[in-house]
């Protein structure tokens, strides 16, 4: 595709309940960015994947929070036992390679919302 | 570590007047430096980024930015507000070296009044 695409755009869920979070990258780019963005916050880096592998896992909040990515390509962000906190928009970045200067593209995000 | 501020978390101008978003930032070591902007309901899109090339950083919709590192700091300019221009503005700052992730600052939002 042209762009980063991100599903769903919006999500509702309930004190508890999983949900999963997909990102589809540019293609051929290997670089992939998790970051959280809370109401009147800026981005917060949550997890990067070079390739399949995430060297960089060091902004997941807390263990309820788990990423893969499969096939150098779509990404999942999976939050277990959600709670109100996590309440967010979640954006996805890719770049085409993993280097300080590369551009991050990013896609429309993923609104969350936890009841 | 790297750290990003944006002095103003809303700046109000009118159409045709002059644009200034404040960005401060402290790094360790020489920085990357980005500038995004975000309109309503999509995602950030890239304005205009310093890697050690010039100073002076021309990016699209006829945003600049300036690196002063004595100053610290990589303000974004614009001659000329546009009603268009109206959007929330990120600084970011990534080390030069080695796997780190970029750093955003708070953001700021740009009304533009006619």
């Known amino acids: 595709g042209a762009g980063v695409s991100q599903s769903p755009s919006n999500k509702v869920t309930e004190k508890g309940k999983d949900v999963e979070l997909r990102c589809d990258p540019i293609s051929g780019h290997t670089a992939l960015y998790w970051y959280r963005q809370r109401l009147g916050q800026g981005l917060e880096f949550l997890i990067y994947?070079?390739?399949?592998?995430?060297?960089?896992k060091s902004g997941l909040p807390s263990d309820r929070f788990s990423a893969e990515r499969t096939g150098e390509s779509v990404s999942t962000l999976t939050i277990q036992r959600t709670q109100q906190e996590d309440s967010a928009v979640y954006l996805c970045?890719?770049?085409?390679?993993?280097?300080?200067?590369?551009?991050?593209?990013f896609g429309p995000g993923t609104r969350l919302l936890v009841l | 570590a790297q750290s990003v501020t944006q002095l103003g978390s809303h700046v109000s101008v009118s159409e045709g007047a002059l644009v200034l978003l404040r960005c401060n930032y402290s790094?360790?070591?020489?920085?990357?430096l980005f500038w995004y902007v975000q309109y309503p309901n999509q995602g950030l899109q890239l304005l205009l980024k310093?890697?050690?090339?010039?100073?002076l950083v021309k990016g699209i919709n006829g945003f600049e930015a300036e690196f002063k590192k004595s100053e610290t700091s990589f303000h974004l300019t614009k001659p000329s507000a546009h009603m268009s221009d109206a959007a929330e503005y990120f600084c970011a700052v990534r080390r030069n070296s080695g796997n780190t992730p970029l750093v955003f600052g708070k953001g700021t939002r740009l009304s533009v009044i006619a």
């Open positions: 994947f070079q390739g399949n592998s995430a060297p960089d």
């Open positions: 790094s360790s070591v020489p920085p990357y």
């Open positions: 970045a890719s770049s085409q390679r993993e280097m300080s200067q590369e551009t991050q593209y």
């Open positions: 310093y890697t050690s090339a010039a100073t």
